[in-house]
């Protein structure tokens, strides 16, 4: 089982928020973690959008709109990513990004579509 | 402001060595404030981690590559190299440099800048 799983796909309309999760393989509390998250749009570099630990341990990435951010679900033992106010621009690739076990992990990510 | 571009062959042979370096620019590789990190991506496909170090040596790799890796650093052209041996077409991928905000002498946060990458394709 992977150590980060996100959905493959997701879809809302612009305007609407969008919840975006990476879920952690069960055995690993999401509590302690870091989780990051990048964009990737296509023929481009990943951009580094923020990190997330907890409400009062976390940071935007330079330039990057409030409207994206972040939390977690300790139900789902997950870590999500929220953007509001979705805008055609926000259609891209997502990838959440852990420390485990002394290496980065990435999840498979979630491609997001805005229509 | 910083920026890393990636230079790297294109093309390389199955079973030799891929060598990628990556420039940094808008400020030092010399600054115990961040460590220097790789990461690939295979054509359609998502993100792996290769490693990462630091300017005085410090290196994590990945497990996975961890036998077939070697990073290293000039700081006199401000710069850092990835070199991976034995390659596949498996290793086929756009490689990315990017940069690691400093925890402390030994840890560092995730990536928050990255190179454009350099595409490589290994073929004989």
């Known amino acids: 089982q992977a150590v980060l799983t996100q959905p493959s796909s997701l879809s809302a309309s612009p305007g609407a928020s969008a919840s975006l999760t990476c879920t952690l393989r069960s055995g690993i509390n999401v509590g302690t973690y870091w989780i990051y998250w990048y964009q990737q749009k296509p023929g481009s570099p990943p951009q580094y959008l923020l990190r997330y630990k907890s409400d009062s341990d976390k940071k935007q990435g330079s330039g990057v709109p409030s409207r994206f951010s972040g939390s977690k679900d300790a139900s789902a033992n997950a870590g999500i990513l929220l953007i509001s106010g979705l805008q055609s621009e926000d259609e891209a690739d997502y990838y959440c990004l852990t420390w485990h076990s002394g290496a980065w992990v990435f999840g498979g990510g979630t491609k997001l579509t805005v229509l | 402001q910083l920026q890393l571009q990636e230079s790297g062959p294109g093309l390389v042979k199955p079973s030799e060595t891929l060598s990628v370096s990556c420039n940094v620019s808008g400020g030092s590789i010399s600054s115990s404030d961040y460590f220097w990190g790789w990461i690939r991506q295979p054509p359609g496909r998502g993100l792996e981690w290769i490693g990462t170090?630091?300017?005085?040596?410090?290196?994590h790799y990945s497990p996975s590559l961890k036998s077939r890796v070697a990073l290293s650093v000039d700081t006199s052209k401000n710069q850092f190299y990835l070199k991976l041996n034995s390659v596949t077409a498996a290793d086929a991928a756009v490689y990315y440099c990017?940069?690691?905000?400093?925890?402390?002498?030994?840890?560092?946060?995730?990536?928050?800048?990255w190179g454009q990458g350099t595409t490589v394709t290994v073929s004989s």
């Open positions: 990017a940069r690691h905000e400093a925890v402390s002498a030994t840890g560092y946060y995730g990536m928050d800048v």
């Open positions: 170090m630091s300017y005085i040596g410090t290196t």
